[in-house]
């Protein structure tokens, strides 16, 4: 079965930090280039960050530079989104996603086939 699931989620304050996984299961991630994802209620899905299948080029969205990192272990078919200093405006669901291209990421949200089911990050003093 072809999946992505994230981890890491939960409740911070603001200022903390928090690491989200993505693991793949059922396909290889090597040849997937891989994005991060976030909705907050009411708000459209906007992307946060997304790594080339080779791990040799990443994108940001300019909110979160600085502060979020990428990064991915083919190995063990994962991609991590580290997150410091958390702000209120990062919270929302957050999702990972595969598209199979070695040529280029993107953070918008087209063309991605595989959809992990989201992880919960609140943001709370």
């Known amino acids: 079965q072809v999946q992505l699931v994230e981890s890491g989620g939960g409740s911070v304050r603001p200022g903390g930090s928090l690491r989200l996984s993505c693991a793949a299961s059922?396909?290889?991630?090597?040849?997937?280039?891989v994005g991060w994802f976030r909705q907050a209620p009411g708000k459209e899905r906007e992307g946060v960050s997304c790594i080339h299948a080779s791990g040799s080029s990443t994108e940001y969205a300019d909110s979160v530079k600085g502060r979020f990192t990428i990064s991915r272990d083919n190995a063990k078919n994962t991609v991590s989104l580290q997150m410091n200093s958390l702000k209120p405006e990062d919270a929302g669901i957050y999702y990972c996603a595969a598209e199979r291209t070695r040529f280029y990421c993107s953070t918008y949200p087209f063309g991605y086939e595989h959809w992990g089911q989201g992880a919960q990050v609140t943001i709370s003093s």
């Open positions: 059922g396909f290889d991630l090597y040849d997937y280039a």
